[in-house]
């Protein structure tokens, strides 16, 4: 690191401090700083959850009468017992309320350009037709519905309105192939479908009808398809019309009593091997815990304006929308691809709408850092906040996301969590300093900490990152398959949710992450996490992405080999950056991490919200099973690891 990223990118000011949310929740509850807010949470979280949920104002149709029931161990607690509630009611508040009803809820910007908004008021009455539109097509509590669609408008309101009726959404990723689409709805039993007719990338129409159609012929138990068309298109003659369900008429209704407990979503998550997982998330939990980051970590407020783009079909679609509609927020959705028609997207986006608080995934920060100075080409002056998450950042990459999106003012909220967990586990606060590409806190009333294998704490060390208590936000178990969700998280460390990230807790406090534990790389008996490789790697200017992945080896265990894109104007000898890349990893990890291989490609493998797929990377690598591919948004990036395996 240079000297300046040594020190501490964010200071906040005493006007930063007493101006943030998490502040006013701290004076809420009567205590001084954020430190004691943080220690109150940690140890007595029924106390603190009963003055949360009075700061964060969340709608209940009768209060609970307790924090939380654990008569069924750690692993299975039933939160809020006495509680009601449906937790759409909390973002339909401010649809009712006159003082709110007027405010643009939701700007929705297609890629072609074509541009939607309605008012919190517009919002809450198509989320209550939707609802009476499906309760007529029978629709009703418990049902499990399939969503398939780009994100905006229509895809927010079906999801808010299937849980307005007590049923339970099926979020699935708009690059889905008809496998990825049976397993998960064939797991769950879904009875209903709500799919786009396809959407833009790049602009080039993306036709899923045929998708579709495959599989529904391997899903007898659905009985329900509905289509979401663009204007005046034909839509296939074996579903309903989105616009005409909610055109319907069909007489409203309350929305569905529901205990804090009963689900509205099942999300599932690609496995390295076998089927998918489906987490469960409920009324009184995963919404709960989203409203709670929104204020603490991401200092959202009425009248901000949100947004990070992510797909529907991952845990981030409904978080994002979650965000920004529980806070009386503006959610911006754009649904197409960042560098369309070219890299100046993003920031074109954030000056149209004003944006206030924006979110990007690392591997997407790198891309815009890449292709300076068109990427920066928008006014970000209306940025306050930036938040990365999805995977590890290096410091260079988050110090450029500061000066260049955050104008050199604005914090950048480092992020993560998982599927399984709704939100933060590890995230930074504005009211603490943040240094690069760390986090500086864990989330309050999750109690998290570094282990090493026999669940002792560590500190400047490597370790497992560990959850030593049950907490609002876990998943409510997956899908009918208890025995599953206990051997992913609970029987690693009895006692403990071992989340299977690999994270190191420093002496003064912070957090860094490094990597999944399956991406664990142990050369000659020594342990470090790839993102500690990429992060070297991607100091050199001349690259612009690095994967690195333990190979098996006779002699050091594993060894390690080192995947890395060139930045665009690189055109220089390739033995050349070979040796200053192992040079680079030489001086800075030492000569025992010197990478074997170093293989330059065109692409990595990777999510559709750019998360690199290092499992696949060694899949392919070391010629095993591939496992679920469901979550791969580049197919051909599989080509280019095949071309550099050695003969």
């Known amino acids: 690191m240079t000297a300046l990223e040594k020190t501490d990118l964010w200071i906040p000011t005493p006007d930063d401090i007493a101006d943030a949310q998490v502040m ?13 807010l943080h220690r109150y949470s940690i140890e007595d979280p029924a106390g603190y959850w009963q003055k949360a949920l009075a700061f964060l104002d969340l709608k209940w149709s009768k209060q609970p009468t307790s924090y939380g029931d654990f008569s069924r161990g750690p692993e299975f607690p039933s939160w809020f017992p006495g509680g009601e509630l449906n937790w759409v009611d909390s973002i339909l508040k401010f649809g009712d309320d006159a003082a709110s009803a007027d405010r643009t809820a939701i700007v929705a910007e297609r890629e072609n350009g074509d541009i939607k908004k309605v008012s919190f008021a517009e919002l809450s009455g198509q989320i209550r037709a939707f609802a009476a539109g499906l309760s007529a097509q029978g629709v009703k509590r418990g049902d499990r519905i399939g969503l398939f669609t780009e994100n905006g408008i229509e895809a927010t309101v079906t999801l808010l309105s299937i849980a307005y009726l007590g049923g339970i959404v099926v979020p699935l990723f708009s690059g889905f192939g008809t496998d990825a689409i049976v397993s998960r709805l064939g797991s769950c039993g879904a009875r209903g479908l709500v799919a786009s007719t396809g959407f833009d990338r790049r602009g080039r129409r993306v036709d899923v009808m045929s998708t579709v159609a495959e599989a529904l012929q391997q899903l007898p138990s659905i009985d329900l398809l509905i289509w979401k068309g663009n204007d005046g298109e034909a839509l296939p003659d074996n579903g309903l019309d989105w616009q005409s369900i909610l055109n319907s008429g069909a007489p409203s209704r309350p929305s569905e009593r529901m205990s804090p407990n009963d689900p509205f979503m099942v999300i599932y998550t690609s496995g390295t091997t076998g089927k998918p997982k489906g ?3 409920t009324h009184g939990s995963f919404p709960v815990k989203i409203a709670h980051d929104a204020a603490v970590h991401f200092d959202v407020g009425a009248g901000d304006v949100f947004c990070w783009p992510a797909d529907m079909g991952w845990i981030a679609g409904t978080l994002v929308l979650s965000v920004a509609l529980l806070r009386g927020a503006t959610l911006v959705c754009y649904d197409g691809a960042p560098d369309f028609p070219d890299w ?6 954030v000056e149209r709408h004003k944006i206030t608080h924006f979110g990007s995934a690392p591997t997407l920060i790198r891309g815009l850092a890449a292709n300076m100075p068109l990427s920066v ?9 930036l938040i990365t998450a999805g995977e590890g950042i290096d410091p260079d990459h988050f110090l450029w996301f500061h000066r260049n999106f955050g104008n050199g003012r604005a914090p950048v909220i480092n992020y993560t969590g998982g599927t ?25 009333a999750v109690k998290v900490d570094v282990v090493d294998a026999n669940g002792q704490p560590i500190t400047d060390q490597i370790g497992e990152l560990a959850i030593l208590a049950p907490f609002v936000g876990m998943t409510h178990s997956f899908w009918q398959d208890d025995e599953r969700y206990l051997d992913s998280y609970w029987r690693t460390i009895p006692g403990m949710w071992i989340h299977g990230d690999l994270a190191m807790h420093t002496g003064n406090g912070e957090f860094f992450m490094l990597g999944r534990s399956d991406d664990t790389i142990k050369v000659a008996g020594k342990r470090l996490g790839p993102a500690e490789v990429e992060e070297v790697i991607l100091e050199l200017p001349t690259i612009s992405e690095a994967a690195a992945i333990g190979v098996e080896d006779a002699v050091k265990g594993q060894k390690l080999v080192v995947f890395v894109i060139t930045a665009s104007a690189y055109d220089g000898d390739e033995a050349a950056l070979v040796a200053a890349i192992r040079k680079q990893v030489d001086d800075n990890l030492g000569k025992p991490f010197r990478p074997s291989a170093v293989h330059i490609v065109k692409q990595l493998p990777k999510t559709r919200s750019s998360k690199v797929m ?9 010629d095993r099973p591939l496992g679920d591919l469901s979550a791969l948004d580049n197919p051909l ?3 280019e690891i095949r071309r550099v395996v050695p003969a």
Do not use: W
């Open 279 to 281: 987490a469960v998330h």
């Open 614 to 622: 290092r499992r696949l990377i060694r899949s392919v690598y070391c």
């Open 377 to 385: 080409s928008g006014d970000t002056s209306t940025v306050q906040l």
């Open 24 to 36: 006013a929740l701290a004076r809420a509850m009567n205590l001084p700083d954020y430190d004691a």
């Open 420 to 444: 399984e967990v709704s939100g933060a586990l590890l995230a930074s606060v504005v009211v603490r300093p943040i240094p690069p590409a760390s986090f500086n806190t864990t989330s309050p």
């Open 344 to 349: 100046s997207r993003l920031s074109k986006i």
């Open 637 to 639: 990036a599989l080509d």
